[in-house]
């Protein structure tokens, strides 16, 4: 790429640093404190969140009518470039990961430029187009992008399918907070299968098409019957295993899918279609 200075790659992070505390969060909020001498400032024993709660769910900014395309050359950068001073990390693209996982500016680059380095040895290498504009997109199988300007110099963008789990989180195998705040004994009656039901959406199934209460006794019949009802209706996954597919089964119940790379899909919601479902039944009864 050009003339540089040698620089540390992530297995010595931890190298010629002072120990301080881990400035992250377990799962349930509780600040870590741990020592650590990593330039991320995490000590990769906790949960790793930057934040010490989950953060609501903001609806995406639409895209700007960009083309992926095939790249014709290979992308001229060597993983140790991913460190490199010369590589600029945008404050645009600092931005947005810090609107995704919190955290601060510093913590932000060491985490983009470490995410480089792997998407350079591993990831997927495309062009982004738009009329005369060009940019390298490079993408992980777990759900992780970064857009680059087009002599690779610059870092100008980041996105993930994650509501709030970093990459170093999702391939150290930490767990979404969605799932740990659900009691345990639900997420007991579901530890084998390959989908997950939020306790909502199991109270609104047991309520609507079994007519019983979801509770500690009816569990394991109620997480059975959607079980098998939601492999009837199961979707393909979207590209990359990250988004959402809604589908509506033969009795009007509308399923919504959840995707998230690295995780077991999740029926996020169930919605019956007008005119559909116990409630229109009632009213219809209700006129006769």
Known sequence: MHTRRTTATPAALAARTVSKPCTRY???????????????????????????????????????????????????????????????????????????????????????RSLLENLITTGDHRHLT????????????EGFTLVLSADASFVIGYSTAHRERTYAQVKAAVPSRSRTREKAWV?????????????????????????????????????????????QVLPDPPPSNAGRRRVTDQDGLRWHFHYEPGSHPTVSHLLWEHGRGPEAAKAQAEKK
């Open 26 to 112: 377990e799962h349930d909020g509780t600040p870590c404190g741990r020592l650590t001498d990593r330039r991320d400032q995490w000590c990769g024993t906790c949960a790793g969140f930057h934040r010490a709660q989950r953060p609501k769910p903001k609806a995406a900014a639409p895209r700007g009518g960009q083309s992926v395309v095939d790249a014709p050359e290979p992308l001229p950068l060597e993983a140790d470039d991913a460190h490199d001073p010369h590589l600029n990390v945008t404050r645009h693209a600092i931005d947005q990961y810090r609107q995704r996982h919190g955290g601060d500016a510093q913590a932000a680059e060491t985490e983009i």
């Open 130 to 141: 738009r009329g005369s504009w060009r940019a390298w997109r490079l993408q992980a199988d």
């Open 187 to 231: 997420l007991q009656l579901q530890d084998d299968l390959p989908i997950r039901f939020p306790k909502l959406v199991l109270l609104r199934f047991a309520r609507d098409v079994l007519g019983i209460k979801f509770t500690r006794s009816t569990g394991e019949r109620v997480v059975a019957e959607i079980f098998a009802r939601s492999q």
